[in-house]
C-alpha cells in the first residue's frame, strides 16, 4: 500500500513539474498564451 502511495505521489509530481515546465515554456514564447488561458473558458 505505502509502495503503491510514494509511487502514485512521484508520478503526480513528474506530471506537476513537466506541466510548470510546458506552461513556463508556453510563457517564454508568448505565442500559445491566449490558446491555453481561452480553453478553459470555452469549454465552461
Do not use: W
Request: with cysteine.
Amino acid at each position: 500500500m505505502f509502495y503503491v502511495l510514494t509511487k502514485v505521489t512521484k508520478n503526480c509530481e513528474l506530471i506537476v513539474m513537466s506541466l510548470l515546465f510546458f506552461v513556463i515554456l508556453q510563457q517564454k514564447e508568448g505565442k500559445y498564451d491566449n490558446i491555453i488561458f481561452s480553453a478553459p473558458r470555452r469549454n465552461h
